[in-house]
C-alpha cells in the first residue's frame, strides 16, 4: 500500500508512515456510501465505525479511497479527500490527453465564429 494515500492525522504524518504496510496483513472494513451521502457524512460515519469496532475502514468515494482507523478524525479525511481531488484535477489538466481536447475545442469555438463572420 502507497502511504501517498493514506490520510494525515492530526500532527502532519501519514496515517501509517511508521509502519511498514507490506509486513501487515489486515483486510479492512469496507464502507459504501450511499447514494447522496456528503464527504462530510460518509467520513464521519466511517470514522465512528472505526472508533466502535478499534478497526480500520475503508471505502471508495468518487474513485477516491479513503481509510479511517480508530484515531482518524473526520476533519483530517476530509481535508485527504479534498488534496487528492485536487491533486488528480491538476494531473489531468497537465496530461496530453486534456491538451489534446483542449485544442480541439478552441478550433470547433474558432470554426463557429468564422462561419458566423
Known sequence: MNNQYLPK???GSAA???MNMND???TPIRYESLCGD???DACETIC????KENYIVDMKFNDIN???YPHTT???LVEFYYEESERRREEYINSPEYIEQEAI????????QEDRD
Open 24 to 26: 501487515i496483513d489486515i
Open 74 to 76: 473526520p476533519a483530517s
Open 66 to 68: 479513503i481509510c479511517a
Open 105 to 112: 475545442e478552441e478550433a470547433k469555438l474558432s470554426k463557429q
Open 48 to 51: 465512528n465505525l472505526a472508533k
Open 16 to 18: 501509517a508512515s511508521n
Open 9 to 11: 492525522i492530526e500532527d
Open 38 to 40: 456528503s464527504i462530510f
